[in-house]
């Protein structure tokens, strides 16, 4: 296969694992995990994968002074305050809205770029943002009920948070390798769920009989997370980061699916049509970018 063929197939595999995360998520709540137990073991377990590859190729080394602060920063208020708002959505939403819901994060991108380049601002950029906008507003104006807004409101918190993390990574990543950086974010923002797991005493390490939680926590450090980072960094030299991007809008629609198949959740014509606007408004994003 040329590289362009095998580059698709690592970034769509890609958004198949980050797609299922919504799954393990609930599956880890089925099982008795509270949101800090599973996203701690999510992040360690993630970042020690990492790690081990990194040293493996000989990559492995610790960012100091003001990078390692940066790479603090996004992972307990990006990447982490994304996963908990994700995580805390999935009480409310099924794993398909979440996932939808979750991928306004590029609109928002747009927001912040209309408020600090407005001569960057295109008609383009301005209907997709009423594209996705406007599809997270049909699911909950059509479907209030299914579409409860506190979710909705509560995995947007997670979509801005992450549009933060992409922002703000932009900058680290002119100096630092994407999967060193990753390697240093996943930690902070495991600790930080370890603190707060502690304070609201509602971490607890699963005992060894616990057969499901161990599968369940496993499936999503693995398959869920660190998999899908290292098949994204592998797919994005081969692709570029636009069509990249466009190939992972396939994220979403796979979440839903898998939460129909596995989950038995309900699939609406609202969330069909609401959950295309949103991907609508992301393709023109990558598209006019």
């Known amino acids: 296969m040329d590289e362009r063929t095998v580059g698709v197939a690592y970034v769509l595999a890609s958004a198949v694992g980050f797609g299922a995360t919504g799954i393990f998520g609930t ?16 992040f360690v377990i993630a970042a020690a994968v990492l790690w081990l590859l990194l040293a493996l190729r000989g ?5 100091t002074g003001a990078t390692l602060g940066q790479a603090t920063v996004l992972g307990v208020a990006g990447f982490g305050a994304m996963s908990g708002f ?6 409310y939403l099924t794993a398909g809205l ?11 991108i747009v927001i912040v770029t209309i408020a600090t380049n407005p001569d960057r601002v295109s008609r383009t950029l301005v209907a997709a943002l009423c594209l996705s906008l406007g599809g997270v507003a049909l699911i909950v ?49 495991g600790v930080a769920f370890l603190a707060i797991g ?3 005493d509602a971490f607890a390490v699963p005992s060894a009989s616990e057969t499901a939680a161990w599968g369940v926590l496993t499936a999503l450090s693995i398959l869920s ?34 939460g129909a198949v596995i989950l038995n959740e309900s699939v609406t ?8 606007l949103v991907v609508a408004g992301v393709l023109l994003i990558h598209r006019r970018t």
């Open 269 to 276: 014509v609202t969330t069909v049509l609401g959950g295309g």
């Open 198 to 200: 502690v304070a609201m």
């Open 86 to 91: 994700y995580f805390w959505g999935l009480e």
């Open 27 to 42: 599956l880890a709540s089925d099982v008795g995990l509270s949101i800090p137990t599973a996203l701690v073991f999510r």
């Open 141 to 189: 104006g059509a479907d209030p009920a299914g579409a409860d807004p506190r979710g909705v409101l509560i995995v947007f918190c997670g979509a801005v948070s992450y549009a933060g993390y992409v922002i703000g990574s932009e900058r680290v990543l002119e100096s630092v390798d994407p999967e060193l950086l990753t390697a240093h974010v996943l930690p902070a923002a």
């Open 59 to 63: 990559r492995a080394r610790l960012l």
């Open 225 to 258: 997370t660190a998999v899908p980072i290292l098949l994204l960094y592998a797919g994005l030299p081969r692709l570029g980061a636009s069509r990249a991007g466009i190939i992972s809008t396939a994220e979403p629609a796979v979440a839903v699916v898998l």
């Open 98 to 108: 979440v996932a939808i819901v979750l991928y306004t994060y590029p609109a928002i």
